[in-house]
Structure formats: structure tokens, C-alpha cells
């Protein structure tokens, strides 16, 4: 058994790092994959007691592995313009440590042992090793039908629950560290490591987050029915962080729905057009009868659209989506007092750094500060496109459309948080007259109510 080193001459080489009691095999054909498809260099080391028998792991520690590794990557890096690094479990563990230590372009992990299931995670299970040095893995029959060709030891080695054990602690110091971008592959049924962790190893990286759990019960998803999938997600991960894509990936348009907003709006647009990190401004003029396209057209930067007749407030958001490219979409109300280009930043980068799929900023006011469930259905909020693509159309009706949007990104990907902030709303009574205010108001809190009552039936389907 030796290291596979696949060549393209190619200037980006992805760095990957296999398994304790593993081999460079674990990560299937992933090499040959990368290789093929993105025409780039790949390695596998290697590691120190592999590729022989599980006796030679005897006496290995931590510190042989970091000291093997940290040597070939430094070569690398010199030789390389762009370095990936990659792991799956232990190798996991490797990858994201010394992209911590070295600056490479990005890192993915698969299945990463960050925090152990029953019984791995009792305290004081490693005195046993004084006992019983190696253990039968527990790997699924159809594992092992898909390993039958490659190399690996049989056996846990008592001592990988010592090694693991200390990699996480070098990791709860190094994970704010990572700059890269990261992505996170985590098997939800894994025998070994708890897909949960991915809550805490989000919160502790602040650069930019892609997750992907799989509905799997292999601790190795690259010896599962979803290695295909596995592969595609990895590719394009590397697609989305490469130089030529990450402009484009994190382009950010802000979107104003607006229906008879004329003394209201520009209030909002000075701060939306002095915010450096938004590349776009569009307001969609909802049927207003008032003068708020004129208000709007003194902004020579800010796009406008307009409807012939009132829509609602979802088919106008959905206008802006449809009239830019970007990836990121910031929806903001027209008519808010208090709003700061700070805040607009502070509810955008949780999704630029791809910590959440959507991100919230709730109001300062009386109704948002007392039921936080009216508060999740601000309008201020940052999304990825690729979350709203995912909304069935029947949330897309007027009010209904918050209530459908944290439905969705509750279940999907990343999820997403919210943050209080010091702006808030005009009401609607003081805009619009109590009498007709109040009417607008209860018309909104039935619709909102009608989409809480299809987010039950969407379960039931589902």
C-alpha cells in the first residue's frame, strides 16, 4: 500500500488525508474522480502504521501524524498555486487542523469525529485499551460488499480513541482559525461521530460554511450507495470557491417591495445606497397610487420596476429575484426608521460566510419584542437564491411568504438565526389611519396564520 499521487500538471493539487486504520483506498474513487472531471493533481498520503497490520499502531501518537503531514503540505504549497485540503474521519480531523495552520484555498471534511455517539463518548473508555487493544469496526454489510477490492484494517485500535480524542481539543482552539471555506459532509446516522456537531463547528468558523448532511449509516459515505453524490458535492464546492467564482458567488442584491411608500422610502435608500456590501439596489413599485416611483427615480443607482396593479408584497419580491443575478438576495421593508448600513451588513455576512442559509434581523418594536414568533416574520432578511428556489409557490402569496421562508430554511441546508436590532417599523395604523391601519393589519395576521397552517400540511406531506 503507498500514497496515490495522481497527476495532471495541473497548478491546484487536493491534498487528502485518509482514516486512522484506514488507508489512501477510503476515499474510494474520489481521487480518480477529481482527476478526471477537474483535471487537477491529486494526493493521498500514507499515514505512519498504515498499509502494514494494526499491531504497527501500537505506540503511534498524534504527534507523528502532525509531524509527517506538516512537512509534505509546506512542499506543496511551494509547488502549488491552489491547495485543497481533505479527510474523512481522523483525516477529517488532520484536514481541518492544518487548514487552521497553513493558507490554503479551502477544506472539506467528511464525516469528521468531532463529537462522539454512545459508547465512544463515556469518559475514561480508553483505560480499556490496557485490556483489549483492538476492536471490530462496525461497518455496515454493505460496506464492506463495496470494500471487498481495497485495503484497511478490520480492527479499531484502542489507541485511535486517545489520538481522536486529543485531535478535537487542538481543534476547539484552531477552528475560528480557518479562513478557507469549509465544507462539512456528515452522515446522519454515523455509528461513530454525531451529525449535531455541525452546530458548534459552524458557530466556532467564521469563514464561509457549505453543509451537507446525508441520510446514511456508514461512518465512510465513500463506501455508501451516496459516494456518487458525495463526489458531485465535492466538485462542486471546489467549483464555487475557485478564483474565477467567488465574485459571483457572493454578489448581493437588496430588494424593496414598495406600495404607496412616497414619504417613506427614501429614508430607506439613502442607507441601502451607501452600503458597500450590497452591489445592487432594486425597488419594485407595487401599484402605488402615491409618488413613489417619482421618490425612487431621484435614485439614479437604485433599479426600479413597476406593476400596473397591486400584487402583494411576495409577487414583488419575486420580481427582484427574477430581475438580478445575484446569489445573495437582502429583502428590506420601504417604510423602516432607524436602519444603518451596519445592520445591514450584521443580517448579510452570516450568509455570505454560508454560517446560515437565511439570517434574520428583527425589529425593535413592541408586537417583535414580545412574541418572538411574530418577530421571525420580519422583512428584513438575507437568503441565498438557491433557498428561495426551494419555496412552493403557494407561500409565495402576499404575507404568506416569511412564514414559508423559515419553514423551508428550518429544513434545508444550513438553516437559519436571527438578531435583534435598533430600527423598527411605521405602523400601519399611524401610515395608513387606524381604521383602514388596523383592517391591513388583521388582513396580514391571516394570512401569516393561513401559512403556519400550511407548513402543517406541508409536514404531513412530506
Not at 347 to 355: A, G, L, M, W
Not at 420 to 431: A, N
Request: aromatic share 12%; charged share 25%; net charge positive.
Amino acid at each position: 500500500m503507498q500514497t496515490i499521487n495522481l497527476k495532471s500538471n495541473s497548478k491546484t493539487l487536493f491534498f487528502l488525508i485518509h482514516g486512522y486504520t484506514g488507508s489512501p483506498n477510503d476515499f474510494n474513487g474520489l481521487p480518480e474522480y477529481l482527476s478526471k472531471n477537474l483535471a487537477v493533481d491529486v494526493k493521498v498520503m500514507l499515514l505512519k502504521g498504515h498499509g502494514t497490520q494494526v499491531q504497527d499502531l501500537d505506540n503511534i501518537k498524534l504527534k507523528d501524524f502532525t509531524n509527517q503531514i506538516e512537512p509534505e503540505l509546506k512542499a506543496d504549497l511551494e509547488k502549488y498555486e491552489q491547495i485543497i485540503l481533505g479527510g474523512v474521519s481522523f483525516g477529517a480531523q488532520m484536514a481541518m487542523y492544518f487548514a487552521s495552520k497553513f493558507p490554503v484555498d479551502g477544506v472539506f471534511n467528511v464525516c469528521l469525529p468531532y463529537k462522539l455517539k454512545f459508547p465512544f463518548n463515556l469518559p475514561g473508555l480508553s483505560i480499556l485499551s490496557f485490556f483489549k487493544k483492538y476492536w471490530e469496526k462496525p461497518i455496515s454489510n454493505q460496506e464492506k460488499e463495496i470494500r471487498k477490492q481495497t485495503f484497511y484494517y478490520k480492527q479499531m485500535h484502542a489507541n485511535g480513541l486517545k489520538i481522536v480524542k486529543k485531535a478535537n481539543k487542538l481543534l476547539k482552539t484552531e477552528l475560528p482559525k480557518i479562513n478557507c471555506p469549509v465544507l462539512t459532509i456528515y452522515s446522519k446516522n454515523d455509528p461513530i461521530g454525531n451529525y449535531k456537531a455541525i452546530g458548534y463547528i459552524s458557530r466556532k468558523i467564521e469563514a464561509p460554511h457549505y453543509i451537507k448532511i446525508v441520510d446514511n449509516k456508514n461512518h465512510n459515505l465513500f463506501f455508501s450507495n451516496k459516494s456518487s453524490e458525495i463526489y458531485e458535492n465535492i466538485r462542486d464546492f471546489y467549483k464555487s470557491i475557485s478564483r474565477e467564482t467567488k465574485k459571483e458567488e457572493n454578489k448581493i442584491a437588496a430588494i424593496i417591495p414598495a406600495y404607496n411608500e412616497g414619504q417613506n422610502i427614501s429614508r430607506v435608500l439613502d442607507i441601502l445606497t451607501e452600503t458597500d456590501i450590497l452591489n445592487e439596489v432594486i425597488v419594485i413599485d407595487d401599484g402605488s397610487t402615491d409618488n413613489t416611483s417619482e421618490v425612487v427615480s431621484r435614485f439614479k443607482e437604485v433599479k426600479l420596476l413597476k406593476n400596473n396593479s397591486n400584487q402583494g408584497k411576495a409577487q414583488s419580491m419575486q420580481q427582484g429575484v427574477e430581475n438580478t443575478d445575484a446569489e445573495i438576495l437582502f429583502f428590506c421593508d420601504a417604510d423602516l426608521k432607524g436602519l444603518t448600513p451596519e445592520i445591514v451588513e450584521q443580517i448579510v455576512q452570516p450568509v455570505v460566510k454560508r454560517k446560515y442559509d437565511m439570517f434574520i434581523g428583527v425589529r425593535n418594536n413592541v408586537m417583535q419584542k414580545a412574541v418572538t414568533l411574530f418577530a421571525l416574520n420580519s422583512g428584513e432578511r438575507a437568503l441565498r437564491r438557491e433557498l428561495w428556489n426551494k419555496l412552493p409557490e403557494h407561500f409565495k402569496y402576499r404575507y404568506r411568504i416569511e412564514a414559508g421562508l423559515n419553514f423551508i430554511a428550518k429544513r434545508q441546508g444550513n438553516g437559519y438565526s436571527w438578531q435583534k436590532f435598533e430600527y423598527y417599523q411605521t405602523l400601519k395604523e399611524k401610515k395608513y389611519g387606524f381604521l383602514k391601519g388596523t383592517l391591513l393589519r388583521w388582513w396580514m395576521n391571516i394570512d401569516v396564520a393561513y401559512a403556519y397552517l400550511l407548513t402543517v400540511f406541508q409536514r404531513l406531506k412530506d
